[in-house]
Each structure stands twice: as structure tokens, then as C-alpha cells.
């Protein structure tokens, strides 16, 4: 996304880096209000998804503007579809960082998530916060090595969320159905995580090789 | 997205009505499988999300390919844009049908719905059926009216979302975890088609009003 003959696009790639980090930050955010039962982090997070809004209405705003130019080329344009497809994927990552800040709120005083899963849910957003950062990093390098980094990340998401089903299923879970559904909810939410870095890691792929994958489209759950 | 004096973008058109066909089909027969615990159409509703996804690749093409057009306008820029983001999300109603389909097929020779939930899930297929189908009539059409419908609908599909947690969280509720854990996926899955209906919805609109209205982002489950 950082072709050095075309300035306009240089822009783009900071207004889609700077929400990479408003979304890495909110993933923070949402785990540490779920693994605290903090009500103030939650609706902290809860409000911060309109900031992730705002930033693609203008990210999208700037990307047609460069559309409609005489001037674009046919590999800008491909750039800037791209770049359309990129601001979608991170404004999803708000919202499901927001939907995670809500479970936590839903449960306050509460604590949504059980004492023996607080481990894999600290994983969970820890790995969810570094994929979101290693995006922002290939967009701003296009180093495609970080596309490989970022589809073993998203597996290892897939693995953690697997075993949380494994526990929350086996015979020994003594949680309630009202845990199991959260907990279902929030595995989903973070396993998703995973798979719009993959996305994105597939536009970024697609603008520096010419080929595209279709990735990460298929969780098993 | 039927401008009478821009005849390819018509062409885009077809292309995402026939897309709206696919899905609705698919969202249809994914609900038969689960109620009746049919493998085979299970198999085929899966099988089905590969056709969605090669018509997604065959529309973004033609649309990618009229904007690189010199003689592209301003407004068909637009209306390009939105088919981008329309494509998408039919993309994704695919990959929700096939997700359902494979819960369906997870728990074969059983129905991972019990009989108590049975209406339920029939009146959520039916109605993301329906919903999926005035997309495409909208797309035909460009009738605002079918927007706030497609609104209202979404509302319907919502409350039978909640009354199905209220069912699974209630005090009479007999069932396991592990169908706590299908019911909040499946569930879930079918809410998401109605958001994804909405964002259509707000997409065509915006085409004929110049307004966008951001909805159908914040489900409360």
C-alpha cells in the first residue's frame, strides 16, 4: 500500500494504520474489562467502537475521492478497492470488541468469564491484539512475511478456541447454560478477530503478488 | 443500481440479484437440513458456498473493471462502491448458510434442535429467507419502501433471537450444554443475516438518497 510514485495513497495507508491501532488498543481494552468484570473499561470500549466508525466513514471518504480521480490507474484502483475492503474488516474488529466490552457489562458485578478459562481468554486477547498490530505493521511495510506470521496467528487463535469448547464441553465443566452461551459468544467474537486479520493480510497479499487466496472464511464453529 | 442511462452497470446488477438468489436458496436449505437432520442436503448447502463465492470473484471483477473505465463518473463510482460492499456481504450470508449446514451435520444422526425450539428455528429460516430475497428485489427495483421493510424485518428476526436465549436460559430448560453451545451459534448465524440484509439495505439507499444511515452494527447479543 506504499508505492512510492503515488502520494495520494501514502495518506490511505495512514488513515487505515492509525485504525489498526484504535482497534489493536480496543481488543486490549475489551479483554481487560472482561477478565476485571470492570464496568468503566466495558462502556470505556463500548463508546470507543464510534471513534473506529468515524475513522472509516473518512477513511472511505478519501478512498472514493481517489477513485473518482481521471488520473487513477488500474493499479490504483486495485490499491484502492483493496484499501475499501481493508476499512470494512477493521470496522468489524471494532464491533466485536465492543460486543465482548457489552458481555462484560451484561455481567457486571459479575465476572463473565470462569476462574479456570481466564487463561485462555488472556491468550485469547493478547494473540487477537497482536495480529490486529501485525496488520498495521504489513500495511505500513507490505512484508509479506507477516502475511505467513498472520495466517499461523489466526491458527493459533483457532487452536485456544478450540479448547475452550473442549472445556466448556467436557464432562467435569461445572459452569451454568448462562456461562456456556457467553462463553460461546466470546470465543466466537475473538475467533473472528483472527479471521478478518486473515482478510486483511489477503488484500494486502493480492496488491503486492497479483493472487489471491481466499482465506479463513471456513471456521469449524 | 439500475441507472437508464449507464447500461453496464445493469450488467453488475443481474450479477448481485442472482447472488441474492443463491442465498436465499442456501439459507432455505440450510434450515431444512438442520430441522429434519439431513445430511445430504447438509452436505449440499456446504458444498452450495463455493457457487457464492465464484460468483462474489466473478461480479467484483466486472465491478473493478468498470471503474478503471476513463468514462467512469462520479455517481457510478459510487453505485460501483456499493455493489463492492453489497458483494460482500452476500459473500458472507454464504459462508453463515454453510455454517449452519455444518452444525446440522456435526450433530448427524441427531438434530442438534430440540423439539421445543423447533418453531423457532423454522420462523428465523423462514424470515432470513424472506429477507434475503427483498435484497435482491430491492437491488431490482431500487423501491425505498422495501428499505424500511428489510428495517422492520431485521427487528423480527432480533426479537425471535432473544426469545430463543430467553427459552435456552430459562429455568425449564432441559437441555445439555453442548446444545446450549449449537443453539447460541445457530442462533447467532441467523441474526447475522438480517444485519447483513440491513447493510444492503443502507447501501441501495444511500444509491438513491445520498444519505447513509449506519444500522444493523450493534446486536445486542
Avoid at 463508546?47 to 490504483?76: C, F, P
Wanted: hydrophobic letters at 45%; a negative charge.
Amino acid at each position: 500500500m506504499q508505492p512510492t510514485s503515488h502520494e495520494p495513497l501514502a495518506n490511505v495507508v495512514e488513515h487505515l494504520v492509525a485504525m489498526t491501532e484504535q482497534v489493536a488498543i480496543m481488543i486490549a481494552e475489551a479483554t481487560a474489562s472482561l477478565m476485571a468484570a470492570d464496568l468503566q473499561r466495558a462502556e470505556a470500549t463500548v463508546s470507543a467502537d464510534k471513534a473506529v466508525n468515524h475513522a472509516q466513514d473518512e477513511a472511505d471518504e478519501t478512498i472514493i475521492g481517489l477513485m473518482t480521480r481521471a488520473s487513477t490507474y488500474e493499479g490504483d484502483m486495485r490499491s484502492l478497492v483493496a484499501a475499501l475492503r481493508i476499512t470494512t474488516d477493521l470496522e468489524r474488529m471494532g464491533d466485536l470488541a465492543s460486543h465482548i466490552a457489552k458481555v462484560a457489562r451484561r455481567r457486571y458485578p459479575d465476572r463473565a468469564v470462569p476462574d479456570d478459562l481466564v487463561d485462555t481468554f488472556a491468550q485469547l486477547g493478547s494473540n487477537c491484539r497482536t495480529i490486529a498490530e501485525k496488520t498495521g505493521l504489513m500495511l505500513d511495510t507490505r512484508d509479506l512475511a507477516l502475511c505467513d506470521e498472520i495466517f499461523a496467528d489466526d491458527q493459533h487463535i483457532n487452536e485456544l478456541h478450540r479448547s475452550l469448547f473442549y472445556e466448556v464441553l467436557s464432562h467435569d465443566w461445572s459452569g451454568t447454560v448462562e456461562q456456556a452461551v457467553d462463553l460461546t459468544l466470546l470465543g466466537r467474537y475473538y475467533e473472528r478477530f483472527g479471521d478478518h486479520a486473515v482478510l486483511i493480510a489477503g488484500h494486502l497479499r493480492y496488491l503486492v503478488t497479483g493472487t489471491y487466496v481466499r482465506a479463513g472464511a471456513a471456521p469449524q464453529r
